[in-house]
């Protein structure tokens, strides 16, 4: 008889992995300092929707996050990249 471990990704509850936290923590912090101790309230609102659209969950292969596929985006396309041609 085997145990089996469905997911080995430290959680706290269903949804909400450890990464989750140490990303937005400190995007919450950015926010609640921009929005108290400046006067850029309005980039501070814009800055909270964009963190949230970045924490919205998707299902797109196994990362289940909007900033780890935004991740995957941009370094697709900041790599370097080689072009062959034969002729």
């Known amino acids: ?33 921009l929005f108290a101790f400046s006067t850029h309230k309005l980039f501070s609102i814009i800055f909270l929707t964009v963190c949230v659209f970045l924490m919205i969950p998707i299902n797109l292969s196994k990362k289940n996050r909007m900033y780890k596929v935004m991740g995957l985006f941009f370094k697709f396309i900041f790599k370097n990249k080689q072009y062959l041609y034969f002729r």
């Open 1 to 33: 008889m085997y145990i089996t471990i469905n997911s080995i990704k430290k959680t706290l509850g269903k949804y909400v992995e450890m990464t989750d936290l140490y990303i937005g923590i400190p995007m919450a912090m950015a926010f609640l300092m």
